[in-house]
């Protein structure tokens, strides 16, 4: 795995107003990381992806992609900046007037010189890779939760990005299509060598695909710990982060 830092968050501090949610966040996401974040309810992991991804300003310190200020640049440089990221929406947020192929479709008529064969030949390509050929023509409502989401993930990779962010990619989902949903971000890692962030709270998805991650602990309203998540179950000493990461079910005596 690369430690060529591939998106690096410096002395962050995320507010609402006079509130502030979280304070000296400072980590580093490597490039080809499947990078975890994670805590409880409340503790502002969505606000983070959304500071990540260009929604939310911080309230102090930065952002950096591969060197560059992010918050310190102008918007249209933002804008291109942004535009090598895809985002997964804990819904899927595809539109449900549209067929599957159409969803994928609009990005890359957005943002590319595409002809229309090209664009069909692509959207066929993004919907085998999550394991939807020939669902084209499918509308949203005709499929399943979870078929909705890999389309959703398809959707994200519809302009070749070199970052993929998730939202809570498993939320409503049962089990057996959740661990679906993770060997899928593995393998799209593992294949693509895309650059990986994911919100969620979720223990399976956290320690099968998680190398990298950061615990945003809600009463201390910073950051407690980053790193691999299964050594940090190993060798935290952290109260917080003992309970969270066994939901309380044996552990580790701390001292």
Known sequence: MSEEPHIVVDNLTMAYGDFVLMRDLSY????????????????????MMSVLIGLK???????FF???????????????IIRRAGVMYQSGALWSSM?????????LETYTDLSARQIRDVVRYKLSLVGLAGFEKFYPSEISGGMQ????????MAT????????????????????????????????????MVVVTHELASIFFIGNNSVFLDASARTMTA????????EETRDRTLQLFLTRGEHPQETK
């Open 149 to 156: 989401k890999r389309a959703g993930i398809a959707r994200a």
């Open 99 to 107: 067929t599957l192929a159409e969803n994928i479709a609009l990005p």
């Open 57 to 63: 300003a911080p309230a102090k310190g930065k952002v």
């Open 226 to 233: 980053s790193g691999d998540p299964k050594k940090l179950l």
């Open 160 to 195: 070749d990005p070199e970052i993929l962010f998730f939202d809570e990619p498993s939320a409503g989902l049962d089990p057996v299509s959740a661990r679906r949903l993770d060997d899928l971000i593995l393998e799209l890692s593992e294949s693509l060598q895309t650059t």
């Open 28 to 47: 580093t996401i490597n490039r080809g990381d499947v990078f975890i974040i994670m805590g409880g309810s409340g503790c502002g992991k969505s606000t």
């Open 66 to 80: 591969d060197g560059q200020d992010f918050w310190g640049a102008d918007a249209d440089t933002r804008d291109r």
